[in-house]
């Protein structure tokens, strides 16, 4: 007997199957997951490199102020803190016994003199013997010997600057005993301007310089010696540039550096001996270099560096970077990429490997690098 039932639950799935072949295609998958993405486009470009180094100040020069003969010092004829000259009284010591040697230096002159003289006629006459006549002129030139130390004991009693700059505070106030090439300085009296700024470099990244100023990969920036800028510890600029004077010819066997001393102009004395500082030193200059922002490059477990570059046809490619250094907020890249490939910079959690992109200027990219003008 024929079951309508049946024939009904046979057809059910046949509609099924018909209604599906209907249904109009879907878009394909892959052009509907494309990846929002920001890129940065790669260019070469003449860039100044330099190199950040601590380093402390030092005055140009540093002369101690100390007696050259003994007694009470009576007076102090400076103002502590203030700029001297050179050949400036700073000090007045008891001079009055150093006159009186003085005084008495010059009767002996006087009296030595007119015995030379008198033996001078009178060996003529035949009547003293020229050794008389000899020891009486080596007693003229003795005493003439000792009344120039007497007054140059006397002068002395007068203290003056060794050179022209900046002194600091006095050690010794009026009434005091100094004594002659005492070991305690009077005073000190620094020159700063201008001045001295003495940083620290590894031996291994001089070398480095070396061979690639050697082979052509930095070239000098032109000058004889090197430029260097300033950024003081409270992190402003110093508006001056120095340059670079000379380097130690020995490397420190503790730190394996080399010190480097640069002269600094401080017309307004506003570096001080002491001052913590860091040191900008031009290095040379990178004809094409290739500067990928730091927000494209990720580390990975290897600890290689690596960016995503977008292709021509928006899929996106995984590169190994070989990364130099950092300049500003970009890392320098010997390898890895071209000028002119697009590096994503945005997005960069939602790619994946062959990923389809819709890609766009990234709008987080300020690269801050000294480039040089061509």
Known sequence: MFKPSLVMAGLLPLS????TACKPTEPVAEHAAAVKVGYYTLNEAPLTLTTDLPGRTSAYRAAEVRPQVAGILQRRLFTEGSEVKQGQPLYQIDSRTYVAQQSRADANL??????????????KARAVSQQQYDEAVAAWKQAAADQQVAAINVQYTQVLSPISGRIGRSAMTEGALVTEGQNAPM??????????????????????????LKTGVLK??????AEVSLTLDDGSAYPLTGIVKFSEVSVDQGTGSVTLRAVFPN???????????????????RE????????????????????????????VEHRDLKTVRTVGNAWLVESGVTSGERVITEGLQHVQASSLVDAQPATNVELKAAFTAN
């Open 110 to 123: 006087r009296s030595a003199r007119n015995l030379a003289e008198r033996y001078e006629r009178l060996l």
């Open 267 to 285: 017309p307004d004395r506003a570096l001080l001996p002491g001052m913590f500082v860091h040191a900008q030193v031009k290095e040379g200059v």
């Open 220 to 225: 000098n920036t032109g000058s004889d010696q």
């Open 288 to 315: 094409k270099a290739l500067l990928v922002p730091q927000q494209a490059i990720v580390r990975d477990s290897r600890g290689v560096a690596t960016a995503w570059v977008v292709t021509e046809d928006n899929h």
């Open 16 to 19: 099924a199957l018909f209604l």
């Open 187 to 212: 005073a000190t009296v620094n020159q700063l301007d201008p001045i001295y700024v003495d940083v620290t470099q590894p031996i291994t990244r001089i070398l480095e310089l070396k061979r690639a």
